[in-house]
T-cell receptor, first 114, second 113 residues
């Protein structure tokens, strides 16, 4: 089954404790992206990747890191989480192209930073 | 600044009522337009999309959207909603041809049985 998976689905942590949220897709997509969803703000893009070893900042990259060492994986790293990073995070993937491609979203990771 | 606007963030209506959600964007030039839906507790999934051709596009579950270039709008409609249409609806725009999407803030729609 074609899908985007994220782990963990729920996470409670404390300020400053490094964490990684994994994202994996089995559709051989070149493009992957991370969003955060906050009430009243919609989805905002954190980072995106056009292919292996090619990543770039989205609209709200501060406090986050990513890597793309393999085509299927695109982990999101919070080196020193803070309470303002409490949010719902979605990973998405699509074929690379002209912008007409459907993006496929993971189930989301709900993060609470105390 | 370039943006995607969705109005009436919270919409409450009864089953069988008609639904229309507005989406306006401020990008010039060629755009690719999308509506995504997020059912409670689920991930986002595509409802419909528009690139070119007939400005009235049909999607899944009886939804349709109309692209009006002169108004920079891409409004979503459904003639008769069901309780199962309770969800959050997001308009998204691609204006740079590199897969990046800009999302609106979403419309939370609640359908009362």
């Amino acid at each position: 089954e074609a899908q985007v998976t994220q782990n963990p689905r729920y996470l409670i942590t404390v300020t400053g404790k490094k964490l990684t949220v994994t994202c994996s897709q089995n559709m051989n997509h070149e493009y992957m992206s991370w969003y955060r969803q906050d009430p009243g703000l919609g989805l905002r893009q954190i980072y995106y990747s056009m292919n292996v070893e090619v990543t770039d900042k989205g609209d709200v990259p501060e406090g986050y890191k990513v890597s793309r060492k393999e085509k299927r994986n695109f982990p999101l790293i919070l080196e020193s989480p803070s309470p303002n990073q409490t949010s719902l995070y979605f990973c998405a993937s699509s074929r690379a192209g002209t912008g007409r491609e459907t993006q496929y979203f993971g189930p989301g990771t709900r993060l609470l930073v105390l | 600044a370039q943006s995607v606007s969705q109005h009436n963030h919270h919409v409450i209506l009864s089953e069988a009522a008609s639904l229309e959600l507005g989406c306006n964007y401020s990008y010039g030039g060629t755009v690719n337009l999308f509506w995504y839906v997020q059912y409670p507790g689920q991930h986002l999934q595509l409802l419909l999309k528009y690139f070119s051709g007939d400005p009235l596009v049909k999607g899944i579950k009886g939804f349709e959207a109309e692209f009006i270039k002169s108004k920079f709008s891409f409004n979503l409609r459904k003639p008769s909603v069901q309780w199962s249409d309770t969800a959050e609806y997001f308009c998204a725009v691609n204006a740079n041809g590199n897969n990046r999407l800009a999302f609106g803030k979403g419309n939370q729609v609640v359908v009362i049985p």
